[in-house]
DNA sequence: GTCTATAGTCCGATAGAC
DNA sequence: GTCTATCGGACTATAGAC
């Protein structure tokens, strides 16, 4: 649309993976990404409230999609159920993007400061997903420890699938980790 | 001794806890704990490596004792009862301080940054306890989401004592959240 | 102990779409 | 005219380098 090239949030999103995959998150500069994007810093921060979260902003969408599949789901199922096969379904979202995936997961596990905020963003995502489980009628703290679990089982499939060579989907990962806890317990 | 004051450190956590709760974390600069403490800005920075971390030099030594418990403990029990135990009476540190506990808390509540920070210390601490579950013969994935569990069953019975007006202990409060969760499961 | 780079904020200006 | 996206420059504090 006109005078600017479109999608300037796109564009700073793949600059900055690029960057931090080339030279790293810490020796690369808001301005480099900017500049590699072709727009200004000042850019970058209307878009992103900070520069770690140009590699997080699409944690909304998966948490968005967690909490419907919570909401949809049959009653009959546990609440750990139900949270894992809410993560797993929403986990759709990431198939196919496995490469940017495990570059993303590489810098992140490479600088502590975007350790934390990956962090920040699964609490939340626990958080909304205790809440949805809450409004189906599962009481405190069974809610809690049920979405923070269910997090927990999503992150280790997650890893899985990245290290994997083999074309497994996340949702089949994640659903492999959770039949493997159940067995074992 | 001698030609300063004793304990810098100490004064510096203080003086931050204080001005944390007077005016906020964001509102509060490095320069103004420093002058609080009786030191320089360049002093802060030998104790803590960044402003964040003024509120979290203690996790460590609750993780060492973390460790230390599960090493210790009886094989009979769960890798989840183990997790739990040993959070539960390394908790002890922690009393005594409610006071304080409440307003470390209450700035982490405030702050997105320092809840980052908290989460992270949690995380570390959880795959500390996976690693000496797992030096123990519990395999992975299991050693794991124990430890996560635990982690979880530690932060909200942390945030009942925290809550809670009467005399009740951190390790009593952990151990009832427990109780609670196993009578639903 | 000083000096400097970078992150992140604020206010305002400008160019185009409608 | 209004609305939205971009840009410019000055500014403070953190954090690391020398």
Known sequence: MGRWEADAQGRLRQAALELFTERGYEQTTVAEIAERAGVTERTF?????????????????????VVSSIEAADPPQSPLEAVVEALASAGELLEGGRDS????????A???SLQEREL????????????????????????????ESGVSIFRVGFERWIADDADETLARSIRAVFAELKALT
């Open 110 to 112: 490479a600088t502590p």
């Open 120 to 147: 920040l963003k699964l609490f939340t995502l626990a958080a909304a997903a205790a809440e949805a489980l809450h409004a189906k009628g599962v009481p405190d703290p069974t809610a809690r420890l049920a979405a």
């Open 101 to 108: 995936s495990r570059l993303r997961t590489a810098a992140i």
């Open 45 to 65: 921060f209307r878009y992103f409230a900070d520069k770690r979260e140009v590699l997080f902003d699409r944690s909304n969408a998966l948490q968005n999609a």
